[in-house]
């Protein structure tokens, strides 16, 4: 009987070693796969909304002739005639683009847009002809935009849902510019130009994707557009006085600074 007792309790030690031997031995299950990260590839469209502040060096000048003024009278003309105007004003519109991202964190893409740009500003200025004290001169001037339409590459850097970017190309929009140059003695000198100015844009921004689909950003753009020009005379014969008339230049350039939040759409998935 001992001995039975014995073989019994044995068998009972090695069953549950070899019980314990099969647990630590069970096939290794892989963990199941979060899901992927963002992927920004795709075309987009949408609105954008914000700010605008510009600068424009407005210039209105005539030549020593001598025709109608004396010399000191056209370098005060001169001087007086060189203004710089701050116009600034709302702008808001939609784009349209494409993004497209490999394995990396790189995206590429291109956009496009178009926008009001309610820019403008004036400026006048009365001052006595040194020569001919108190009768005096005035010289106003004046510029503003309508519209704005950019198309630039551009270029990111992605942290899952962010979007950090560059970019930067073509920027249009048509400038508006009028002066007036006006004296005491009743005649006056009027430029008047509006041109569709092409200029260079660059810029950058940060993207996020709240959704599968939605994105929010924010940008900054700097454009410059060059100037605008146009030409007339101060004619002396129509105050009776002799000469041919001092030839007038008006000009005017215009840079610009934009801040502005987007909503995006991704169409489609991918």
Same mark, same amino acid.
């Given at each position: ?10 068998? !009972?030690?090695? !069953?549950? *070693? ?32 914000? *700010? ?7 210039? #209105? ?19 007086? %005639? ?10 808001? @519109? ?14 590429? %893409? ?15 200025? #009365? ?23 950019? &198309? ?18 073509? &920027? ?15 005649? @006056? ?6 041109? =569709?100015?092409? *200029?260079? =844009? ?23 557009? @060059? ?5 007339? =005379? ?10 041919? *008339?001092?030839?007038? =230049? ?21």
């Amino acid at each position: 009987m001992k001995k039975i007792l014995i073989v019994a309790s044995a068998a !009972a030690v090695f !069953a549950t *070693g070899a019980h314990g031997a099969d647990i630590g031995a069970r096939p290794y299950v892989k963990a199941p796969l979060l899901d992927p990260s963002y992927n920004w590839s795709g075309f987009y469209a949408g609105v954008n909304a914000g *700010g605008a502040w510009g600068r424009s060096r407005a210039a #209105t000048s005539t030549v020593d002739t001598p025709a109608y003024f004396d010399a000191a009278n056209v370098v005060e003309i001169n001087r007086v %005639g060189n203004m710089r105007l701050d116009p600034g004003g709302f702008t808001g @519109g939609g784009q349209i683009g494409f993004n497209w991202q490999g394995n990396g964190p790189v995206v590429w %893409g291109a956009e496009a847009d178009f926008s009001y740009l309610g820019l403008k500003a004036s400026g006048d200025v #009365t001052v006595p002809y040194p020569t001919v004290a108190p009768n005096a001169f005035t010289i106003h001037q004046d510029v503003k935009t309508q519209w704005l339409f950019t &198309a630039r590459p551009r270029v990111g850097y992605a942290f899952d849902r962010t979007l950090l970017y560059v970019t930067g190309g073509v &920027a249009v929009t048509e400038l508006k510019y009028n002066a007036v140059f006006s004296d005491v003695f009743g005649n @006056g000198v009027t430029g008047s130009v509006s041109k =569709t100015v092409v *200029g260079w =844009t660059v810029g950058g921004g940060i993207e996020y994707a709240f959704a599968k689909n939605w994105s929010l950003k924010g940008e900054y753009l700097y454009a410059d557009f @060059g100037n605008v020009s146009t030409a007339g =005379t101060k004619n002396a014969v129509l105050i009776g006085n002799s000469g041919t *008339g001092n030839p007038f =230049t008006h000009s005017a350039d215009l840079s610009l600074h934009l801040a502005r939040v987007g909503l995006n759409y991704k169409l489609g998935n991918y």
